[in-house]
């Protein structure tokens, strides 16, 4: 193990190395209704009764759209190198096609100009989640014809920003908003179908492909995608369990990694989703256009799973969910949980890193595009936020990173998860991740603990090794 991040011996990260902070645009914007934007499936679906915790919605979340000022002051002060946001489609794209909507682009014009005034250099992510909902109601991701529709809105983006905006992510997760948006139905939309979730995987990595294209056709520089590939333990040494880990292999990591980095579909989809995965959601040419090579890919790592054998539950094909061998959480006896109820397992960071080399050998470089822990924040007395526990997640994980490094993984940057408090989606405004609190009555921002290690840590970077990133121009 690498000494601890904050001690002397602080594992040292290389000259250029980026340090980041990241939001997503619903669960910080706010302003749901104002400048053209139009309903997501995000808001319709936090409108649901029982889907959302307290009935939270992201109505007015950190009202970051009338607040970022004030918050590129935060990450100004924070010395932060790159700041990584999401892009709402259903503000600059209303209909989820036609022409872009003028007051909509607006706000992100004068966002990256405010960050790049500040020294940062933006990280737009094109689709953290929010589809508009006039396209979920044609079908969603289930339907091929999304994946265009996103090419078309990339293009929107591209021609008003990309004179300005040099990185971007073309999708987060799409492991959730697949399997989480149609086959477990605990996100947006909330469906449970076993064949929509595994066309919607596959349509948003054709969606990606695509997107991918109109971003090279525009010259931007540095293009990757983000995805959530898991480490799965199996909860015991049974032959059942070990099977379910391949599985889950497949729904968690496979699916999405393979066609990307490897040029083809995952190996263990038949023994996964039996006829469920019929392929008749795929055409020629696909795996070629998913393939494209990348400058990056970002990883999001937060917690290993491990995972036991669930027979299916629902035995007809047709309505069966995807992802019943959908693994708990539970295991790591004795080990700190977050408020997630995530087990805190640094070792297992590097181990997935480490994991990734091996398995692809053409990996492009890697960026840690969150990573960070929900807690139980208290003010003390004196209204300081003293976040011990957070500060010494992000140690060790930074430590873990450093390992991995050593060990030969490519890695050019780490942004923690998340610059504030924000809507955590199902868990609403229960669960806090930010560096810095945001009391939802006030919408008062204040710097935690976490958020001053965070800038010393950076400080101590820099000094060590002057080379910064340019933002891109
Ligand atoms: O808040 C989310 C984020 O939107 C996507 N990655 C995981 C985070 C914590 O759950």
Request: glycine share 10%.
């Amino acid at each position: 193990m690498s000494p601890p991040a904050d001690g002397p011996g602080f594992p040292r990260f290389p000259d250029g190395f980026l340090f980041g902070a990241a939001t997503a645009a619903y669960q910080i914007e706010g302003a749901h209704d104002e400048d053209g934007r139009t309903p997501s499936v995000w808001d319709t679906y936090c409108r649901e009764p029982g889907r959302v915790a307290d009935g939270a919605t992201g109505d007015v979340a950190c009202d970051h759209y009338h607040r970022y000022r004030e918050d590129v002051v935060l990450l100004r002060d924070l010395g932060v190198d790159t700041y990584r946001f999401s892009i709402a489609w259903p503000r600059v794209q209303p209909d989820g096609t036609g022409p872009g909507n003028p007051k909509g682009l607006d706000f992100y014009d004068r966002l990256t100009d405010e960050l790049l005034a500040a020294g940062i250099a933006p990280a737009a992510t094109l689709y953290h989640w929010d589809l508009p909902q006039t396209l979920e109601d044609r079908g969603g991701w289930r339907v091929r014809e999304t994946a265009g529709r996103f090419a078309d809105y990339t293009r929107i983006l591209a021609d008003r920003l990309g004179d300005r905006i040099g990185r971007w992510i073309t999708l987060n997760e799409p492991f959730c908003s697949s399997f989480a948006g149609y086959g477990s139905g605990s996100h947006a939309p909330g469906a449970r179908e076993g064949r929509g979730a595994l066309a919607a995987a596959h349509h948003l990595l054709v969606g990606h492909g695509l997107a991918v294209r109109v971003l090279r056709e525009a010259g931007a520089p540095d293009v990757g995608i983000t995805l959530n590939p898991d480490v799965l333990l199996p909860a015991t040494d049974s032959d059942a369990d070990r099977d379910a880990v391949r599985r889950a292999q497949t729904v968690h990591n496979d699916v999405f990694l393979d066609p990307l980095l490897a040029g083809h579909y995952p190996e263990h989809e038949r023994e996964t989703w039996g006829g469920l995965a019929d392929g008749s959601y795929r055409r020629d040419g696909d795996l070629e256009l998913i393939g494209a090579p990348l400058d990056f890919v970002g990883i999001n790592y937060y917690r290993p799973i491990t995972v036991s054998d669930v027979p299916f539950r629902d035995p007809d094909p047709a309505t069966r969910t995807a992802v019943d061998i959908r693994a708990e959480e539970s295991w790591c006896d004795g080990v700190r949980r977050t408020t997630m109820g995530w087990p805190v397992v640094p070792g297992a960071f590097t181990d997935l890193l480490t994991g990734l080399r091996r398995r692809y050998p053409g990996l492009p470089p890697l960026l840690i595009t969150e990573n960070g822990s929900a807690e139980d924040d208290r003010a003390d007395g004196d209204g300081q936020i003293r976040d011990a526990d957070r500060v010494a997640y992000l140690r060790d994980h930074l430590a873990a990173l450093a390992d991995a490094m050593e060990q030969g993984v490519d890695v050019r940057g780490y942004y923690v998860w998340s610059l504030l408090d924000n809507f955590e989606w199902a868990r609403g405004y229960s669960k806090r991740f930010g560096i810095v609190r945001v009391d939802y009555d006030t919408l008062e921002r204040t710097p935690k603990d976490s958020y001053r290690w965070y800038r010393d840590l950076i400080t101590d970077h820099r000094d060590r090794t002057p080379a910064q990133e340019q933002p891109h121009r």
